[in-house]
């Protein structure tokens, strides 16, 4: 099953993004993502994939050029048919998960090697302990981080100002959550 199209939306009376994506197939997946899960994600694929880019440059540089690649990635979009509007989203035809969207309670992050290829495996961590994967080349995954991270501005939440706490290769949400005593 391959991603064909990645979608979100900001949605002010629900303080959430609705996410969705559609695959070759035409299966169409729906979830929610709050406001703490979008800015985990973007703060833990930033991280990961400088962690990727550090296994052949110095970190340095590594920097540099995940920002020259997200900043290109932004202006090949916002100019992608010369009417500075994307390709418009096909809904699918099939719901594996059901049609109505899905909270996403947790998310967690690894670099994995496929078939030779780096890529990103998200774990969407779903009510009743269900599991969604998916495995994002560094093109998906650079369309995902520039796609949340303009509903992210729009919506004016905060960026993170530090990376989530875990291991270098492997970041969950779970770990990064701060717990304040309340007396």
């Known amino acids: 099953m391959g991603i064909k ?14 996410f969705r994506f559609n ?12 406001r703490r899960v979008s800015l985990f994600i973007l703060g833990a ?3 990961l ?27 090949q979009i916002s100019h992608s048919d010369g009417s500075g509007k994307a390709e418009e989203y ?6 594996p998960l059901g049609a ?11 670099l994995t090697n ?23 080349d560094g093109r998906m995954l650079q369309a995902l981080c520039v796609l949340l991270n303009h509903l992210v501005v729009n919506a004016q939440w905060q960026t993170p100002s530090q990376l989530p706490a875990g291991e270098p290769e492997q ?6 959550a701060t717990k304040i005593p309340l007396h």
């Open 100 to 110: 109505d969207a899905l909270l996403v309670m947790d998310v967690k992050c690894q």
């Open 171 to 176: 970041v969950s949400l779970e770990k990064s």
């Open 114 to 136: 496929e078939s030779g290829a780096d890529v990103l495996s998200l774990d969407f961590i779903l009510p009743g302990n269900a599991n969604l994967n998916l495995k994002l």
């Open 49 to 75: 994939y400088e962690k990727q880019l550090e296994k052949n440059h110095a970190p340095e540089t590594a920097k540099a050029i995940a920002q020259f690649e997200q900043a290109s990635l932004e202006d």
């Open 5 to 18: 199209q990645l979608n979100a939306t900001y949605l002010i009376h629900e303080d959430r993004i609705l």
């Open 45 to 47: 694929t930033a991280h």
């Open 23 to 34: 695959t070759d197939e035409a299966a169409e997946f729906r979830f929610w993502f709050t």
């Open 90 to 95: 096909q809904g699918g035809t099939q719901y």
